[in-house]
C-alpha cells in the first residue's frame, strides 16, 4: 500500500501528488557512470563503485608526485625528519626510498582511526594525480550523517568519456550530493490525476528535493501541461471533425 502524498496540489484543473519513493535504485549500483566511494558510517567503511576502484585503499605515490608534495606528505606523517633529509640532499627520492615511503603512507592510514581516515586519503589522491573531494553528508533525522570520499580514477575517467584536463571536482561533488539524497530518502515520485480521479501520468525516481527545478514537482507540472495541451488538440481536431460532416451545433455541445 502506497503511503499518503507528502504534497498535493490543484494544478489546472487537474491534481498532482507527490510521493517518497521508497523503492529507489541505488545509483551507484544500478547505474552506470557513478564514481567510486569510500564512506564512513556507523563506525565502518563500505564502498561503492567499486568497479571503477577501492577509494578505501592508499594510492602509490611517483617519485615525482613525492617530490613536489613532500611537505604535505610531511605533514601527514608528522615526520619533520623526513622533510630536513628533503632539504639535504635528493637521497630521500631515490627508489628504494620511494618505495619505503609509500610503505610508511600506507601503514599509518591503516593505523587511523576509521573516522580519519578519508580525510587523508583524499589528499593523497589528489597528490597521486586523481582528483577526488571528502565531505560530510546529513540527512533530515538526527543521527544522519556520514562520510564520503569520492574519486576521479583512471578507470571512472575512462568509462566517462572524459580525461584529465575535465575539472573533476564539480561532478563529484554531485555524486557526492546524489550519495546523500538516496541514503537519506531524498527521492520522490510523482502522480497526475484528472477531475474523475484516475491516474493520466506518473514517474518515480526523483533525487533531490521535489520543489526544487527539474525535480519531481517541475516534471509533474510538465506532465500535467502536456495532458492539457494534447486534450486541447484533440478537441480541436474534434472540432473540425464535425464542421467537415456538418454535425448540429446541440450534438457538439453533448458530446
Given at each position: 500500500?502506497?503511503?499518503?502524498?507528502?504534497?498535493?496540489?490543484?494544478?489546472?484543473?487537474?491534481?498532482?501528488?507527490?510521493?517518497?519513493?521508497?523503492?529507489?535504485?541505488?545509483?551507484?549500483?544500478?547505474?552506470?557512470?557513478?564514481?567510486?566511494?569510500?564512506?564512513?558510517?556507523?563506525?565502518?567503511?563500505?564502498?561503492?563503485?567499486?568497479?571503477?576502484?577501492?577509494?578505501?585503499?592508499?594510492?602509490?605515490?611517483?617519485?615525482?608526485?613525492?617530490?613536489?608534495?613532500?611537505?604535505?606528505?610531511?605533514?601527514?606523517?608528522?615526520?619533520?625528519?623526513?622533510?630536513?633529509?628533503?632539504?639535504?640532499?635528493?637521497?630521500?627520492?631515490?627508489?628504494?626510498?620511494?618505495?619505503?615511503?609509500?610503505?610508511?603512507?600506507?601503514?599509518?592510514?591503516?593505523?587511523?582511526?576509521?573516522?580519519?581516515?578519508?580525510?587523508?586519503?583524499?589528499?593523497?589522491?589528489?597528490?597521486?594525480?586523481?582528483?577526488?573531494?571528502?565531505?560530510?553528508?546529513?540527512?533530515?533525522?538526527?543521527?544522519?550523517?556520514?562520510?564520503?570520499?569520492?574519486?576521479?580514477?583512471?578507470?571512472?575517467?575512462?568509462?566517462?568519456?572524459?580525461?584529465?584536463?575535465?575539472?573533476?571536482?564539480?561532478?563529484?561533488?554531485?555524486?557526492?550530493?546524489?550519495?546523500?539524497?538516496?541514503?537519506?530518502?531524498?527521492?520522490?515520485?510523482?502522480?497526475?490525476?484528472?477531475?474523475?480521479?484516475?491516474?493520466?501520468?506518473?514517474?518515480?525516481?526523483?533525487?533531490?528535493?521535489?520543489?526544487?527545478?527539474?525535480?519531481?514537482?517541475?516534471?509533474?507540472?510538465?506532465a500535467a501541461d502536456g495532458h492539457?495541451?494534447?486534450?486541447?488538440?484533440?478537441?480541436?481536431?474534434?472540432?473540425?471533425?464535425?464542421?467537415?460532416?456538418?454535425?448540429?451545433?446541440?450534438?457538439?455541445?453533448?458530446?
Open positions: 500500500m502506497r503511503n499518503e502524498a507528502i504534497y498535493s496540489e490543484n494544478y489546472k484543473g487537474l491534481t498532482i501528488n507527490i510521493y517518497l519513493d521508497e523503492d529507489a535504485q541505488n545509483p551507484f549500483d544500478d547505474w552506470d557512470c557513478e564514481p567510486p566511494l569510500a564512506v564512513y558510517s556507523d563506525r565502518s567503511i563500505s564502498e561503492y563503485s567499486v568497479g571503477y576502484g577501492n577509494v578505501s585503499h592508499v594510492p602509490t605515490l611517483t617519485r615525482e608526485q613525492i617530490k613536489t608534495n613532500t611537505r604535505a606528505i610531511c605533514s601527514i606523517l608528522n615526520a619533520k625528519s623526513l622533510l630536513d633529509a628533503a632539504d639535504r640532499s635528493n637521497e630521500i627520492y631515490s627508489y628504494s626510498a620511494v618505495e619505503q615511503i609509500n610503505y610508511v603512507l600506507g601503514r599509518h592510514v591503516a593505523d587511523l582511526y576509521e573516522s580519519e581516515r578519508l580525510d587523508v586519503l583524499c589528499d593523497l589522491y589528489n597528490m597521486a594525480g586523481m582528483p577526488a573531494v571528502c565531505s560530510d553528508v546529513r540527512g533530515c533525522s538526527q543521527g544522519d550523517w556520514a562520510k564520503v570520499l569520492a574519486v576521479a580514477t583512471p578507470e571512472f575517467q575512462e568509462a566517462c568519456g572524459n580525461g584529465a584536463d575535465f575539472d573533476w571536482i564539480p561532478s563529484l561533488k554531485m555524486s557526492i550530493q546524489l550519495f546523500e539524497d538516496w541514503a537519506f530518502g531524498n527521492v520522490y515520485g510523482y502522480e497526475v490525476l484528472d477531475a474523475d480521479g484516475e491516474n493520466i501520468d506518473s514517474c518515480w525516481g526523483f533525487f533531490g528535493d521535489y520543489d526544487a527545478p527539474y525535480s519531481a514537482l517541475s516534471e509533474a507540472r510538465s492539457i495541451e494534447n486534450a486541447r488538440k484533440d478537441r480541436l481536431e474534434q472540432v473540425k471533425t464535425w464542421i467537415k460532416n456538418r454535425v448540429p451545433l446541440q450534438y457538439r455541445l453533448t458530446a
